[in-house]
């Protein structure tokens, strides 16, 4: 594993500290479903484009902004940005993404955070994951013993697609979703990272049991294949992956996702090409797995929960997605193998980011600047 000593030269230091929004500027507001159901959501703190957030074990979280900040947030809102951040490559829809922890944190502190990279100054990029341990020891919390772990392989031109979230598995593995980066074919191609899910142990290197183990050295990283933009990764009850990307022009996904399997981008969509080209139908091609829910016209999905907590018991096992298109969080009931949307939460924002809080509620972000953290409860 090569340190980021050599890779990345810019490291920010110092700690900003940043207060409690009073409570003159707490605010709460109700949100009715589409399905009926009233949620009571509280303005916690804002951001300047908020991407991903992950909670401690001490009901604190940990939050990412694309442009390059990582802070450390209690439930109150107090905020303090973490030393240690490298300089990531931001523009479009690259910058700082998503932040897991280790599933032994307890013990060992690690943290694993997706960004976007450039490695020749600015003429290509990729997605790259790192982990590194919190150090919380004197107060400051700043990152330590920062490893980078992965990148996509090969580094292309734009900036799109990245994909790169980060998910554990029950098993203890690593599992990233990698975009196609907006070039379509190698989602298809067994010596391209891109359009690929990932699956690695949790040190970055190969385990012996991924699928593909005579298609080249790349090609044994990969878990599934064939798809697009994934922006939602989670695992259910029974430990089963399902991911969700978005499609072209309309048809995005929801994916139950099977090792080894191909999901068919760029061949099959449910959406059509943004030229107005039509690509053929999932059910015209079976040899590939068809998603378990579809959206036409398009959500734009971003973040993913698969909710298992007391304060919403109806809801256990129901998908949560953030749109970003759609502005709205959207609840999916998943029923054994098949999905289907059950309700929308509308409000006039675009969501990036959904996840469930220690005590059940959920909490989204807001997309882009001034973008919200909001607890959302059952009205009171």
């Keep these: 594993m090569r340190s980021l000593a050599g890779l990345l030269a810019v490291l920010i230091g110092g700690s900003a500290v940043i207060g409690a929004p009073s409570a003159a500027a707490a605010e709460t507001f ?13 303005r916690i703190t804002a951001f300047d484009e908020p991407w991903a957030m992950t909670f401690l074990p001490d009901g604190t979280m940990l939050v990412t902004t694309k442009p390059g900040k990582l802070f450390h947030v209690t439930q109150e809102g107090d905020k303090v940005e973490v030393d240690g951040m490298w300089k990531v490559a931001y523009g479009g829809q ?3 993404g998503d932040i897991v922890l280790h599933p032994e944190f307890a013990q060992n502190n690690l943290v694993y955070i ?12 990729g997605a790259a994951v790192v982990r590194a341990r919190l150090d919380r020891s004197d107060g400051r919390p ?10 996509q392989q090969p580094k292309v031109r734009g900036n799109g697609h990245y994909s790169h979230r980060i998910a554990f598995g029950p098993d203890g593995m690593l599992f990233i979703t990698s975009g ?19 699956r690695l142990n949790d040190d970055g290197t190969l385990p012996a049991d991924n699928p593909w183990q005579d298609k080249g050295e790349l ?14 990764i989670d695992f259910d009850s029974r430990g089963r992956l399902w991911t969700h990307e978005m499609g072209p022009r309309h048809g995005d996904e929801l994916n139950l996702i099977v090792k080894g399997d191909n999901y068919g981008w760029p061949i099959v969509s449910n959406g059509d090409n943004y030229s107005g080209i039509p690509i053929p139908d999932h059910h015209t091609r079976p040899e590939f797995n068809a998603p378990k829910a579809f959206w036409v016209p398009a959500i734009s999905p971003a973040g993913f929960a698969i909710y298992d907590g ?16 759609s502005r709205a969080l959207i609840r999916v009931d998943i029923e054994a193998d098949t999905a289907r949307e059950a309700e929308r939460f509308e409000w006039g924002k675009r969501v990036r980011e959904v996840e469930q809080g220690p005590d059940g509620a959920l909490w989204v972000l807001e997309d ?9 409860t059952p009205k009171s």
Excluded: C
């Design 94 to 96: 690259g910058g700082l």
């Design 310 to 325: 007391d304060m919403f018991p109806a809801w256990r096992g129901d998908g949560f997605i953030g749109g970003l298109s």
């Design 30 to 42: 109700e949100v009715t479903g589409t399905n009926g159901a009233v949620l009571a959501a509280t």
């Design 114 to 125: 997706s960004y976007a990279e450039t490695l020749d100054n600015g003429s290509t990029f």
């Design 368 to 376: 882009r600047s001034g973008g919200r953290l909001l607890k959302l």
């Design 142 to 151: 700043r990152l330590a013993d920062i490893q980078r772990i992965w990148t």
């Design 219 to 232: 090609a044994k990283t990969f878990w599934s294949m064939g798809h697009r933009n994934l922006l939602g």
């Design 180 to 198: 196609d980066r907006r070039k379509k074919q190698p989602a298809q191609d067994f010596s391209k990272s891109l359009g690929k899910i990932i």
